[in-house]
């Protein structure tokens, strides 16, 4: 396991359970908290982007 496996998981954890984004980029280090790259570091599974997309609709429909 690379490190860069276990940071882009670790960012990936923390966004997914909730914590802001620039909590996460403070956290992740000076060089990612202004980086435009820090997006390379995420990756949601679809089945999360999903149920994301299925919260918000439902919300939609009141």
């Given at each position: 396991m690379s490190s860069h496996?276990?940071?882009r998981t670790a960012i990936t954890t923390l966004l997914t359970l909730g914590m802001p984004e620039h909590?996460?980029?403070n956290l992740?280090?000076?060089?990612?908290?202004?980086s435009t790259s820090f997006r390379r570091y995420v990756h949601y599974a679809q089945a999360y982007l999903d149920e994301?997309?299925?919260r918000v609709h439902k919300r939609l429909e009141r």
């Open positions: 496996m276990m940071r909590a996460v980029r992740s280090g000076p060089t990612s908290a202004n994301e997309m299925e």
